[in-house]
């Protein structure tokens, strides 16, 4: 999942081995540093790429076996080396992040696809690595179920979305429904943006349902936290549902309740 999803699911240090620990603490530094490049303070673009290119420089020292001398870079090194993780997830979440960058709207569903493939998939792929679970089967499930995460995080992002400017709302789903982006600005909450929300939230929806049976066949903890996962995800788009499409004035969050309900539903799956 994208790393700013770890808000609604904080449930891989309780589920992870202890051995793995370390190695997902140096792929989270790594992803959240760079995504904070992209997305926080006051930096103008250039500043925001060339810090970016920098982190891009330092992947390419560590696949040429070159000396380190950041501690993030070095620890995140002998991460990749001792499990032998490909280096290709990485260059992708660096990919994304440099086109937050820049590019603020989304004309279609295929283009907004492919940025959930550079921004979310690596993760849940670095993840089966991890696992040495990185079949071809698993890793279509889980870039689903990654990609679906990623829609979730959009559509209840709306409004914070905006204030940066950015619509990850299609564009030609927006034409469909006629639902332009002064009415994003205004928060209209009527018909047309009902009917529009409850179609990105069924999408979302079917997509998850469909990669779901992956955490049915991973074992152990790596199969409880997929399960979570993937129950969390479908306990937001209720609360979309819930909020009747009306995310900027009820963002869903999961509280205590919501964890009860999805730690039952876990168990029942």
Not at 50 to 55: D, P
Not at 80 to 107: E, N
Not at 114 to 126: F, H, K, Q
Request: proline share 5%; net charge negative.
């Amino acid at each position: 999942m994208a790393v700013d999803h770890y808000e609604n699911f904080p449930v891989a240090s309780i589920l992870l081995p202890a051995h793995l620990r370390p190695a997902v603490k140096a792929i989270y530094a790594f992803a959240r540093s760079a995504d904070d490049i992209a997305d926080e303070g006051d930096a103008e673009p250039a500043q925001r790429l060339a810090a970016l290119a920098a982190y891009e420089k330092q992947l390419d020292k560590i696949e040429a076996g070159t000396a380190l001398a950041d501690p993030m870079f070095q620890t995140l090194a002998d991460v990749i080396h001792q499990y032998r993780l490909p280096l290709t997830p990485f260059r992708d979440l660096l990919s994304a992040f440099k086109q937050d960058v820049v590019t603020k709207r989304y004309q279609d569903f295929d283009s907004l696809l492919d940025y959930c493939r550079r921004s979310a998939n690596p993760v849940g792929l670095l993840m089966l690595h991890l696992y040495q679970a990185a079949t071809p089967e698993n890793v279509r499930d889980s870039d689903a179920i990654c990609s679906s995460l990623q829609l979730i995080n959009f559509w209840q992002d709306v409004a914070i979305d905006w204030e940066k400017e950015r619509i990850y709302l299609p564009r030609e789903d927006l034409q469909r429904f006629s639902v332009s982006e002064q009415d994003i600005a205004g928060a209209t909450n009527n018909q047309a943006w009902r009917a529009l929300m409850q179609f990105e939230i069924n999408r979302a929806r079917a997509m998850m349902l469909a990669a779901a049976p992956l955490a049915r066949r991973l074992p152990g903890r790596i199969g409880w936290e997929l399960k979570m996962v993937v129950q969390g995800g479908l306990r937001i788009l209720e609360r979309l549902e819930q909020a009747d499409g009306d995310v900027f004035r009820h963002r869903p969050k999961l509280g205590k309740t919501d964890w009860c309900a999805i730690l039952w539903r876990t168990i029942v799956m």
